[in-house]
């Protein structure tokens, strides 16, 4: 049965001084996934989220959390919405635990329990006691996740939460990213220029453009497409341009000792029957795959991510 959209964007558009910032866009996010959220410089995110999180009014369309508009039941809707941006603000000259316990006062039904289960959720339990002025980037990233947690919501917006994080750190958020998704049922939306750390957090990506959304897919459907280019260094590259010339469905093209052709992957081993059946002698075979930073730079005409 499919699950019911945690979000649901629902022809959103935002217009500021006459000029349509986000042009009627359209997704769902859903319980347990982690969607990214990428675009050019001014595309239209940070309008997106602030709309979403209730910061900025809708001009038209409608935004539902867990069902609950945006519009008509905002208190409702916010309840079930954790977020942080960048790096969270903390006291640093208190602790961790101290953090936790004066923002738990700011919400309903936060008791000592629940302020337990998310420090274990995000492993601060070592180090809670201590100042957060002691506290690395890293920990402060996961005290703050583990503050937009206490409330319990369905949904997590985490607007660039590695940045500034070392390799190890970005690793660590990654893994408690998917943990919160996997094992806690939320619904995360994360906004960030690293799409290496994209790919391996996210289950889907959207990618806006001048307000409008270019498409909304799986990662693995982003990175690896139906058809790829295939390299055949073969001897003679002429004749062997001939015999392949039926398959695919473009023209092989030359490249000095090499057959360029765009083939699916169960192709790519007909392909080289064939060849070896005419007697072309097959030096190498290379899939030249598109990177997804290349797949996101064609989509968006070629522009920065950010």
């Known amino acids: 049965m499919q699950k019911q959209p945690a979000v649901e964007i629902k022809q959103v558009t935002k217009v500021i001084r006459g000029r349509k910032i986000i042009d009627n ?29 209730g910061l900025m009014g809708i001009t038209d369309g409608e935004i539902l959390i867990k069902g609950n508009s945006i519009k008509t039941s905002h208190g409702a809707a916010m309840k079930h919405i954790g977020a942080i941006v960048e790096n969270p603000e903390m006291y640093k000259y208190l602790s961790g635990y101290l953090n936790l316990v004066h923002f738990a006062r ?13 420090i274990e959720l995000v492993g601060l339990k ?14 402060r990233q996961r005290l703050g996740i583990a503050q937009a947690l206490l409330h319990s919501p369905d949904v997590l917006i985490l607007d660039e939460p590695t940045n500034g994080l070392d390799p ?13 998704a996997e094992k806690e049922g939320l ?17 889907r990506i959207g990618v806006l453009q001048h307000g409008k959304m270019l498409g909304v897919q799986q990662v693995h459907e982003l990175s690896s497409e139906q058809t790829q ?13 001939i015999i392949l010339r039926d398959m695919g469905s473009k023209k092989p093209q030359m490249k000095d000792d090499k057959v360029l052709i765009e083939l699916t992957r169960d192709e790519i081993p007909v392909a080289a029957a064939k060849l070896t059946k005419e007697a072309i002698n097959i030096y190498g075979i290379q899939a030249e795959t598109k990177t997804l930073e290349d797949t996101f730079l064609e989509l968006t005409g070629g522009k920065e991510i950010v």
């Open 187 to 203: 619904a995360v939306i994360v906004s960030s220029h690293l799409l290496s750390e994209m790919e391996l957090m996210c289950d």
């Open 168 to 180: 190890a750190g970005i690793r660590e958020m990654r893994h408690y990213i998917r943990n919160l």
């Open 25 to 53: 866009i359209n997704f769902s996010i859903y319980p347990g996934e982690v969607f990214g959220f990428l675009g050019p410089n001014g595309a239209g995110k940070t309008t997106t989220i602030r709309m979403i999180v």
């Open 229 to 241: 280019m295939v390299s055949f260094q073969v001897e003679p590259a002429e004749q062997a341009a």
């Open 126 to 139: 070592n180090r809670i006691q201590d100042k957060v002025k002691t506290y690395s980037l890293g920990m």
């Open 106 to 118: 700011m919400s309903d039904n936060v008791d000592k329990k629940r302020i337990d289960e998310v």
